[in-house]
């Protein structure tokens, strides 16, 4: 019985981890003018573990990344990425999956190493129904500088996939 305990609870601690992921990049990058960029790029950026799929188009000014299930990418990490190739990375519209949290006023969701900070601008409907816990949302993460990416990003909520 008290092994059956011990498995339930590593159990659950494992699946706590698997909740929090990035999902889906949308990311916008600055410098891009050439299909060779674009390509230097989209390679770069597959050298990466924990994509399903990446494409990067000239056309957009985007990559747009798919991550695989479990797995432990961070924005900061991308837009590092991005930046080793030579650009700029600037806004991103990311699905993900994390930990609602309320701190004072605020709301925050964790995601692996990460800390996104719901701003103010997102829609008072969305905000009203923000419940703690784990949730799921698509939202528009706004520019960093490139040397101030820490993992604490403000995000603005779209959408609220699941919650």
Do not use: H
């Not at 159990?11 to 698997?18: C, D, E």
């Not at 990375?89 to 699905?95: H, I, M, S």
């Not at 309320?102 to 709301?107: I, P, R, V, Y």
């Amino acid at each position: 019985m008290k092994r059956l305990g011990i498995i339930a609870l590593l159990t659950i601690f494992s699946l706590s981890g698997v909740m929090a992921q990035l999902i889906k990049v949308d990311q916008e990058v600055f410098g891009m003018d050439c299909a060779p960029c674009a390509y230097g790029l989209e390679r770069g950026l597959k050298k990466m573990d924990g994509l399903e799929s990446v494409t990067v188009s000239l056309n957009d000014g985007k990559a747009y990344l798919k991550l695989a299930s479990d797995n432990e990418l961070t924005l900061q990490k991308i837009q590092k990425e991005v930046k080793n190739n030579g650009f700029s990375a600037k806004n991103a519209e990311v699905t993900l999956q994390g930990e609602l949290l309320k701190e004072g006023n605020e709301w925050k969701v964790k995601v692996n190493e990460e800390t996104f900070i719901v701003s103010d601008d997102t829609p008072s409907d969305i905000l009203s129904k923000l419940n703690p816990g784990n949730i799921q949302l698509k939202g528009l993460v706004k520019d960093e500088e490139d040397d101030e990416l820490n993992g604490i990003w403000t995000i603005k909520i779209l959408e609220v996939l699941t919650s």
